[in-house]
Each structure stands twice: as C-alpha cells, then as structure tokens.
C-alpha cells in the first residue's frame, strides 16, 4: 500500500534521450508497474498505470517526470535549467539497493567527503563541517541549507587544484535533491548538480544523477565519468547501512551540527507524512 | 610515444589496466569512453578501433591491445610482477589470467545486473561468481600454508591484479565476501601495495594514509 502523500510526488521514471522515437516499455515506481510508450514520433509519451489509469507527464531536466496519483503541484522548477550557456549532462541511472531516502541523505551530507571521496571531495586533515544556515522555505515547502563551506581538493572535473568551494543545498520534493557549487571557470555563477531518485521498493532505488554545468571544455565523457565516480563511490556506502528505512523519530542516532540538514529533512519528510522509504515505528 | 588507454571509469576490467601501470610505474594516458549511459564503446569509430565494442583498449603507437589479460601482460613485461622465473610459476600466472576470465562473466555480470540494470540469469551469475570466489579461498589458504601470500607467489602478480578488481566488488552484485577471511586478507595486501590506487567501490586504506594530526609529545 503506497502512502498518500507519496503518491502525489514527482519522479523520474526514464532519461528522454534513452527512448526511442517509438517505444513501449515497463517500469517500476513505488512497487507499482508502471507502461511507458510513445505510438509514433510525433505522438505524446503516454504512461499508464497498473489499473491502466493514465498518469502525469512532464518532460524535463533530460528525464522523464510522472505522478501516479495526480501532482499536488506542477513539477519543482530549477531555473538555471533555462539559463543561456549551461551544458546539461545526463548520467545515466544507477541503481541502488537502500531507501530511496537513505540516497537523497547522503547526497546532502557534507562530512563524508574526506572519507568516502578522498582527494576529491575532501581531504583530511580538513574535516571540519563550519556552520552552515538551514530552513524549510515556506513559500515553496523546500528544504535548503545554504552557506556550506567545505576545502575541496578536487572539487569539478574543471578545477584546478584545492579551493574552498561554497554549496547550496536544496530538496524540492523528498526524492530529489539539488547542490549548488562554486563553478571554478565562472566564479559568479553556481553550477547545478542534482540527483532525481526513481523509487523502485522501499528500499531499492535509481538514481539518475543530472548536471547543468558552465563549463565549455572538459569532453562529455569525463563529465559523466567524474559524477558517476562520485556517486559509486556512495554506493556500497548506501547498501551497507542499518537500518535500510530511513528513521525520522529521533532514537539512537546521536546527531552533530555537520547534520542539519538531515535533520531538517527528516523532521520535512514526517511533517509532509511521507513514510515510502522510511522507519516509522523506532525499532 | 605516449600508451592511451581508452577507459571507463566504472569497469573493473578498465580500473585492472590503470592498476598495473601504476604498480608497474607505466605512465599511461586515459581517454574516458561515455560507456553508459552514451553507448559511445558502440560507436562507428570505437569499433574501427576495437571491433569486439569491449573497453579497456590499449593503444601504443601501431599496437592496439583490446583483450585485459593482453593489456596487463604488456604493462608488467620485463618487472617483477610476471612472476618468479620458471615455467610453473609462468603456467601458473596464466592460468589464474584465464581464470579472471570467468570472474568477468559471473560476478561482473551480477554487478553489471544489480547497478546499471543488465539483463542476465542472476541467479546463474551469483552462483558462479561464489563457486569463483570459494575456488579463490581454497587458493589463498593453500598458498598462505606453503608461506605466500598470492595467487602465484610471494610477491603479487599480473594474476592477482587480474582477479582483484571483480572479486573486491563482489558486493555490488549481491555477492558477500564475509565468508572468505583469507580472500579478505588478500584484497587488505593488494590495497597496502605502494602505488595502489582505488576506483568507485573500492576504498582505500585509509589507515594507510598519514594520521590527521600530529601525535601528542609529552
């Protein structure tokens, strides 16, 4: 039984640029069958589910977007996504056997890079989480934590050498996260990378990662490869931890300043009553 | 000249070649292949390159090497890490290479299936990959009772870069390694080795690396 208030998210279902001019395939959301297809080249991309209901579509950020129960609301905007002079990079999905709230977590910690991105990401000695601002936007119902400072040896596939890079964070809808980072080649701008969260089960999930970048030299190739680097190196950190359900009532777990932003969006998650994914009773 | 490789940063047959060359201190140049999600190993001009679509290719002026045992054997020739002389220990070294063979088309298949959404026999592929692995341990136990630590010696091979890689990441496939202490041991040895470098999946030692503070003087 999915939760109301899941059914009424956004997810990623597909990458547009994976799909043929015309197509029939399945998928799973939320443990449900989902059929995607397109008749013809000039049709609409249609997606039923189960019960053979039609669903929400929207084609954007390089994926596909559907609904299963109705959107609340049209899709999350990501305005630099229309920005002149950005390159979008899409990079494929990787699938994941954790929550698919465990994944957008972790996207959103700061203190595992030294040790899950070693020389990239982070570095030791320089550890330290400064404080860094945290709030739920009213306006928009999002989770954002602004003002991360963090010492990051590598910190693009276009930096180079170490720099203190400053991020954003945003979560506009529980399985989508967005970071906002120094851009080494326009220092006034922020580049955009993003992780859209396709839940299969509540604890097995795709993560396509996406990226609207300024940056006019490095090949396609070594942007994807860069992020997908990056992401598998979280991954056999994902399947490892325990509980597989995201808590959101506070029990064992003993939190530090460096997760704020976690907290927020446990505390956003169980306010919204969006439990797909989640441990709701404290083991 | 400079050697090229042609890599993807997520196949461990392609992490297999950029591994020797820095244990064997090769310098080598890597051209990243959009693999997945670009399909770009299929391309018109990869396939003129490397007609079997596969990744890792070497390429070192005319030569083009496309098969990883071939690529490990042209990274190692003349060091240490061919082996002890001999003909057993050379026999040997060649028979674990073909062995990894098998590791590719099991545990790399499970890999490939549970992460990028491969079609294949799961069931198959974890079964062949365990029965892979317990051949492994029964190999590393032997050999750690005559005093040796790896596949084909004392001293660590092109066999035990060959087989490292899928068997480190057995996991990402479904396949535990929690009940192979000396394969562990192992993988603990190769990782401590002097210019070890890891990829996504397979960490580094991190008590390898110098401690983050200085220690406390009385």
């Known amino acids: 039984m999915i939760p109301d208030a899941a059914r009424h998210e956004w997810y990623p279902v597909a990458m547009l640029s994976e799909l043929a001019p015309s197509f029939a395939q399945d998928t799973v959301l939320l443990g449900e069958r989902l059929r995607i297809s397109r008749d013809a080249p000039d049709l609409p991309i249609r997606i039923t589910g189960p019960d053979g209901a039609r669903c929400a579509v929207a084609t954007r950020y390089g994926h596909l977007w559907t609904s299963p129960g109705g959107p609340k609301a049209g899709l999350f905007e990501i305005p630099e996504a229309a920005q002149p002079g950005r390159r979008f990079v899409d990079c494929g999905a990787v699938r994941v056997r954790c929550s698919p709230l465990r994944a957008v977590e972790n996207f959103l910690d700061v203190a595992h890079f030294p040790f899950v991105h070693t020389d990239i990401l982070g570095a030791e000695p320089h550890t330290e989480v400064e404080r860094y601002d945290v709030q739920v936007r009213e306006e928009s119902d999002e989770v954002w934590a602004t003002k991360v400072r963090f010492f990051q040896p590598m910190a693009a596939r276009s930096a180079e050498g170490g720099i203190v890079t400053d991020y954003a964070y945003r979560v506009p809808t529980p399985t989508v996260a967005l970071l906002y980072k120094t851009c080494p080649p326009r220092p006034e701008e922020r580049d955009v990378i993003a992780i859209f969260v396709q839940p299969l089960a509540e604890d097995l999930c795709d993560v396509w990662p996406w990226m609207a970048l300024f940056d006019d030299t490095t090949p396609q190739a070594d942007l994807v490869q860069f992020q997908q680097m990056i992401f598998l190196q979280d991954r056999s950190i994902l399947e490892n931890q325990i509980p597989r359900l995201l808590p959101l009532d506070p029990g064992l777990e003993t939190p530090t300043r460096a997760d704020l932003t976690s907290v927020a969006y446990r505390r956003w998650l169980k306010k919204r009553g969006y439990t797909y994914g989640a441990q709701t009773v404290p083991a | ?218």
């Open chain 2, 1 to 218: 000249m400079t050697v090229l490789l042609y890599d993807h940063v997520l196949s461990p047959n392609c992490y297999k070649a950029r591994l020797m060359a820095r244990l064997a201190g090769v310098p080598l140049e890597t051209v990243a292949v959009n693999a997945y999600p670009g399909r770009e190993h299929l391309s018109e001009e990869s396939l003129a390159r490397n007609p079997a679509g596969t990744l890792p290719v070497l390429v070192d002026g005319d030569l083009i090497l496309t098969e990883t045992q071939a690529i490990l054997v042209y990274l190692a020739q003349g060091s240490r890490w061919m082996g002890a002389a001999g003909p057993a220990t050379a026999a040997t070294v060649q028979g674990w290479l073909a062995f990894s063979a098998r590791l590719t088309s099991s545990l790399g298949v499970a890999r490939a299936h549970d992460m990028l959404r491969k079609p294949a026999d799961i069931a198959a592929a974890r079964s062949e990959g365990t029965l892979c692995l317990r051949e492994i341990e029964a190999r590393l136990v032997e050999q750690r009772l005559r005093g040796q630590g790896f596949l084909a010696g004392a001293d660590p091979t092109i066999a035990d870069v060959a087989c490292f890689p899928h068997v480190a990441l057995a996991p990402d496939g479904g396949v535990t390694l929690d009940p192979y202490p000396a394969i562990r041991l192992w993988m603990r040895a190769i990782r401590g080795l002097d210019g070890f470098i890891e990829m996504p999946g397979i960490h580094r030692r991190h008590d390898l690396t110098p401690e983050p503070q200085p220690a406390v003087t009385a």
